[in-house]
Nanobody
Framework: QVYLVESGGGLVQAGGSLRLSCAAPRSITSTFNALVMGWYRQAPGEQRELVADITVNGVSNYADSAKGRFTISRDNARKRIYLQMNSLKPEDTAIYYC?????????????WGQGTQVTVSE
């Protein structure tokens, strides 16, 4: 199993910001530039859902809940992606997972990280 490595989660008050980072392991760095990278989240009792993803050319896609508040970016040279989260709300509380998949593959068929907890207080 290939694991991506997330960091940057934590506890923040509503209205605050966090920046998540995800690093690709050595085993996939040679193919990183061909992968669609994404952030997903899972709140307690809920299914995992897409937050945002980004292609190698920088084309990004956001969930409606993330539009206007979150920004996904990638650094192909450093094999990392980021999720800048602003104006956080309590409903953003979840475990956030990094995902790497092929262009035509599904997220479930790709690689995942272990997750990083984001908690937004009132």
């Amino acid at each position: 199993q290939v694991y991506l490595v997330e960091s940057g989660g934590g506890l923040v008050q509503a209205g605050g910001s966090l920046r998540l980072s995800c690093a690709a392991p050595r085993s996939i760095t040679s193919t990183f530039n061909a992968l669609v990278m994404g952030w997903y989240r899972q709140a307690p009792g809920e299914q995992r859902e897409l937050v945002a993803d980004i292609t190698v050319n920088g084309v990004s896609n956001y969930a409606d809940s993330a539009k206007g508040r979150f920004t996904i970016s990638r650094d192909n040279a450093r094999k990392r992606i980021y999720l800048q989260m602003n104006s956080l709300k309590p409903e953003d509380t979840a475990i956030y997972y990094c995902n790497a998949r092929s262009l035509r593959g599904s997220a479930d068929s790709g690689s995942w990280g272990q997750g990083t907890q984001v908690t937004v207080s009132e």
